[in-house]
Each structure stands twice: as structure tokens, then as C-alpha cells.
């Protein structure tokens, strides 16, 4: 449906459109400066010159949009739309979805265009949902558009196993190898890309090894026999030739405090004029009193690693996760004393509902899975509440 401009050299225009979409379109507008008509115009255009199809958008629960292309675009829009056998809905997604992966995020104050932000999510507490939390942003963050590595750092291979990417077996080049500096091969060839085309390919896994179990006696080894080895800037040693590749990079930590930790956290370090709040820590907690003591553990550590090396990590925030007020007092006033907190701000309260875990059982994504249950906006507000 269309309506003249005030001006008359356009038209306004009424569709549909997901609402991850219009969410991705309007922050990646401003971020370049753009007018969203001039993007949707843009978008619309290049999709109707592309020789070969654009791969399908799922469209299910697209919302009102509306903007305004010049006279007589939309009609040649749907002409095209009627030849290539997709609806009008599906044509702008597809559009939309072009555009911006043809017009990438510029980094956020990084030292280098080639820097990521990296997101380190950790927690020594099993079972707080680091995990899904490291994949649901992931998620959230290539369906936005984004360039994704997801660095399954856990020996335990639940990131992997969730999403159905085999683990690297012992004794095989993994990230292990690549951080005691014994790799044999390109990093890139280890990782996985989840075929999925809410995500357009831009979502990437570097699947756990077994090998992880022994990360730390590794590295302490290494540390000794070569002299100048750092063994906290052993993740980024290995992971800095992939960081041109991506946008973010997110680690999903192990539940331990020991060397692989100190690595992830250096790693996740604010860089040399790289701004306050892009890279940094994500910590995923539970609304009980054990979870309050796990999180001491780990600002203890974090606050200890900055003195000794004089860096700076930023918190990014906390997620409460697994959260039913029906479990009484202790619940509810542990979710108060996170909020009381201030900093770091909780980025989003995640209830314990029954799609992450289906999705876990079917190995998907969650946003595949359940793209607009509950559980997987939560994703996606943590994902741009860990973004400044």
C-alpha cells in the first residue's frame, strides 16, 4: 500500500517486516548516518539487480513497517518479488537482510579496523547458563547482521554438543595446540559455520578439545620451557589471525578460576583506544545465595589480573538466568540484590521456560528453534545491552 510524500517525490510505503530486522535496520542506519527510506531504498534496489536468488528469511510474525521510496520502486519491487515466486514480505526481508550484510557495523572506537569487540562470558559456578548465554548472543548478534565467532573454551563441549558440532578429538590441531604455540594448521579450517539462513553463514564455532581438560598444566609447561611466554596472552596469540574474519568474538568460558580463565579475561581486556563497555565480561548468574558467592570469586580474580598485568577489563553486565518467583523468598530478594548492584547492571532476566532446553534436545539454535519465545528476545537484549 502506498501514500504521496508531502513533497510528492515519494511515496510511503506499508509492509511488513520481522522486527529483529527493523531493529538491525534502524541501529545500522544511525550508525552510518542514513536515513532509513535511503537504506530501504538502497536494499530494494540491489535486491532487484542481484543475477542470483538471495537466500529465504524466515518471516513468521513479521511486523508493520512503513517508509517512504520514490514513486513507483515498490511497484517494481513486487513486479520482481511476482518473478522470483516470494511474497512482498519476504522480498524486503531478503533485502533488508542483503543490505546489511553488504553494509557491516563500523567497530566501536576499537585501536584497529580489524578488532572485534570480544565478549568473555564466565562464571566458576556450573549451571548458571553460560553456555546459553554464549550462544544465544551469538545468535542474536549474527541474526543482527554481525560477523560471529563462538569460542567453545569449555573442555566439557556443551556449546558443541548443544548445537550439534562435533568436538575436536585428542591429540588433533585445536585451540589447545594453537595456544601453546604447537599448531600445525590454519585455525580456520577447525571452524564450523551453523547452516542456518536467519544467520546468512555469519554465525561461526570453534568447537571445544578434548585436549582442554589439560589447557592449564599445558600452558604452565610452555611457560617454563620458553622464555617471554605469557601465558595469559595465550587465547589471544591464537585467536588474533581469525579477528579480521569477525565483528565478535565470544568466549564461553569453563567453570573454573585457574589459567584458562585468566587467559579469557586477558583476552577480553579494554585495548588501546578501544572504548569503556565493548569488550569485556558477561557473567551469567542465578537468583540464590551460591550464585552470590561464585561472583565474588570471580571479581576477586578479575581485580587481581588487572593489578598484576595493568589492564582494565570491563563488566558488561549480568544475566539472571533460570529465574521462577515461585521458588519463594530466596529468589526474590537475591534478583533484588542483583539489581542493587548497579555495576554491573543486569542486562536481562532470563526465565526458566521449556524452549531453550527443547533446543538444546533437537541440537538447534534457539533463535531457530523458537525465534520468538521468550527466552530468545532476552538473547537478543542482552546482546545489545552488552553493546555501547
Known amino acids: 500500500m502506498t501514500s504521496p510524500y508531502p513533497d510528492g517525490d515519494r511515496e510511503k510505503?506499508?509492509?511488513k517486516l520481522p522486527s529483529a530486522l527493523q531493529q538491525a535496520l534502524k541501529i545500522r542506519a544511525a550508525e552510518l548516518a542514513l536515513d532509513i527510506?535511503?537504506?530501504?531504498?538502497?536494499?530494494?534496489?540491489?535486491w532487484r539487480a542481484r543475477a542470483t536468488p538471495s537466500p529465504e528469511v524466515e518471516t513468521a510474525g513479521a511486523k508493520s513497517f512503513s517508509t517512504w521510496l520514490p514513486p513507483g520502486l515498490y511497484e517494481d519491487f513486487k513486479d520482481s518479488c511476482t518473478t522470483r515466486g516470494v511474497s512482498y514480505t519476504q522480498g524486503l526481508a531478503q533485502s533488508v537482510r542483503d543490505w546489511l550484510d553488504a553494509n557491516p557495523s563500523p567497530q566501536h572506537g576499537g585501536s584497529s579496523a580489524t578488532e572485534p569487540e570480544r565478549k568473555i562470558v564466565g562464571n566458576q559456578k556450573g549451571g548458571v547458563g553460560k553456555t546459553a548465554v554464549s550462544a544465544g548472543i551469538g545468535q542474536a548478534y549474527a541474526e543482527a547482521g554481525k560477523r560471529v565467532l563462538i569460542v567453545d573454551f569449555d573442555p566439557q563441549g556443551h556449546l558443541s554438543e548443544q548445537l550439534g558440532v562435533p568436538q575436536i578429538e585428542p591429540d588433533h590441531d585445536s585451540l589447545v595446540s594453537h595456544m601453546c604455540g604447537e599448531g600445525q594448521g590454519d585455525l580456520?579450517?577447525?571452524?564450523?559455520?551453523i547452516e542456518d539462513p536467519r544467520f546468512g553463514k555469519r554465525l561461526h564455532v570453534l568447537p571445544a578439545c578434548f585436549d582442554g581438560f589439560l589447557l592449564d598444566a599445558k600452558i604452565?609447561?610452555?611457560a617454563m620451557q620458553k622464555r617471554g611466554f605469557q601465558k595469559e596472552a595465550a587465547l589471544e596469540m591464537a585467536l588474533r589471525p581469525l579477528e579480521?574474519?569477525?565483528?565478535?568474538?565470544?568466549i564461553d568460558c569453563p567453570p573454573s578460576l585457574g589459567i584458562a580463565m585468566d587467559a579469557a579475561l586477558y583476552y577480553g581486556r579494554?585495548?588501546?583506544g578501544e572504548h569503556t563497555g565493548v569488550s569485556g565480561v558477561i557473567i551469567p548468574v542465578l537468583a540464590e545465595d551460591s550464585s552470590a558467592t561464585a561472583y565474588s570469586m570471580l571479581a576477586q580474580q578479575i581485580e587481581d589480573l588487572?593489578?598484576?598485568l595493568s589492564v582494565e577489563v570491563d563488566y558488561l553486565g549480568l544475566v539472571v538466568n533460570l529465574y521462577d518467583s515461585r521458588r519463594g523468598y530466596v529468589a526474590t530478594s537475591s534478583l533484588e540484590n542483583w539489581k542493587s548492584l548497579g555495576d554491573p547492571k543486569v542486562l536481562a532476566i532470563i526465565g526458566d521456560l521449556k524452549e531453550q532446553r527443547e533446543a538444546v534436545r533437537k541440537r538447534m539454535p534457539l533463535l531457530s528453534y523458537a525465534p520468538h519465545s521468550d527466552q530468545a528476545e532476552a538473547m537478543r537484549q542482552v546482546a545489545r545491552g552488552a553493546t555501547r
Open 220 to 222: 604452565a609447561v610452555v
Open 37 to 46: 527510506q535511503d537504506a530501504v531504498e538502497v536494499a530494494i534496489t540491489d
Open 244 to 250: 579480521a574474519d569477525y565483528d565478535v568474538i565470544i
Open 270 to 272: 579494554r585495548r588501546r
Open 188 to 193: 580456520r579450517d577447525l571452524i564450523v559455520t
Open 13 to 15: 510505503v506499508a509492509s
Open 306 to 308: 588487572c593489578e598484576d
